[in-house]
């Protein structure tokens, strides 16, 4: 739900400590022998919340009365599974640029991961929206299945299909201004099937039409989608750029040429679409070490921002026509 502070001090100490043990990601590990099985408890999206509800909720608090709910979608497939793993060791920077450098207001991060639902175990994993050190225990709980089946596509649409018909946030509610939804992606998206919504998140009927054209358009209006695009083989044999800027627009597109900047590039997106300037974003980054992620041909407003040579969507993350709450009552 969004309360307490982020800790630089308490994640060096915890999550350093198991960096250097070798020791993070636990529940993949008991996962893998034999202790446990499906998604963690917290992260499955079927489970239903003490009032009964299926929801994910980003909530403005006393200690964050202006929150903004960004959601980060891991690849959990083969080719992608190392990723949650190195925004894990980077966490400490996405922090220090949304809270410290005032990036975002008040910024409240949900962990999910999608795989291909057609054949893994566990396609689907999301958490709690959070503000404090709960976001790193909620990466540990992740399962990194490194399914796929080489069937030439995943179904992250399944992420979409959850944030549109089962989060709710103050920040559209209260003000009108959508989330900022990252989806780390290489490949296109295969369909999915009533079958998939009831056995993964529970619902007997779908909450919407399941093409991918659907599913966009509903989850685009209370979520500014950003496709974080890995240049690999998979991504230019698939076309991938293609099909995610039919589905987004081009200006949704980011290319990552190195995942190890994924964190980074993360937060230069947050800050720009909040309005920070672009020449103290690249300072701040390059202060880091994160050259390049946004470099001189950057423009403010619009598509002209660009992380590897893509552009960046740099709009601001209001939807025209915000609607109340209970227009939607999809939970």
Not at 6 to 24: D, H, K, M
Not at 264 to 288: N, W
Request: hydrophobic residues 35%; glycine residues 12%; proline residues 5%.
């Amino acid at each position: 739900m969004g309360g307490g502070f982020w800790s630089s001090a308490s994640y060096n100490r915890v999550t350093g400590e198991r960096l250097r043990n070798g020791t993070t990601f636990g529940y993949d590990a008991e996962v893998r022998a034999g202790r446990a099985r499906g998604p963690h408890p917290l992260l499955d999206p079927s489970v239903r919340n003490a009032e009964g509800r299926r929801v994910r909720e980003s909530r403005d608090s006393a200690e964050h009365p202006l929150s903004t709910p960004i959601v980060v979608g891991f690849d959990s497939t083969g080719s992608m599974g190392s990723v949650p793993r190195t925004v894990q060791r980077k966490l400490a920077t996405l922090f220090e640029l949304l809270v410290e450098r005032g990036y975002a207001t008040d910024p409240q991060v949900c962990i999910a991961t999608y795989g291909d639902a057609v054949c893994d175990r566990v396609p689907l994993q999301i958490g709690q929206f959070e503000s404090d050190n709960r976001i790193d225990e909620n990466l540990d709980r992740l399962y990194l299945e490194g399914g796929g089946g080489g069937n030439g596509g995943e179904t992250s649409q399944l992420l979409m299909y959850y944030l549109a018909h089962h989060t709710a946030t103050d920040a559209w509610d209260k003000r009108g201004k959508r989330g900022y939804l990252f989806l780390i992606a290489d490949e296109v998206q295969v369909p999915i099937s009533k079958r998939h919504v009831r056995q993964v998140i529970g619902d007997r009927q779908p909450l919407g039409a399941l093409d991918e054209f659907s599913i966009a358009r509903d989850v685009s209006e209370r979520w500014d989608v950003k496709i974080l695009l890995i240049d690999n083989w998979a991504a230019r044999t698939q076309h991938s750029r293609r099909f995610y800027a039919e589905l987004f627009g081009p200006e949704a597109i980011v290319d990552v040429e190195d995942p190890e900047m994924i964190a980074e590039t993360i937060a230069a997106v947050v800050g720009v679409c909040e309005g920070r300037g672009l020449d103290e974003v690249r300072e701040d980054l390059e202060a880091r070490g994160a050259w390049g992620v946004v470099p001189d041909a950057a423009r403010p407003g619009g598509a002209g921002a660009r992380a590897g040579g893509a552009p960046l969507a740099l709009g601001p993350g209001r939807a025209a026509g915000g609607r109340d709450a209970d227009s939607r009552g999809r939970y």
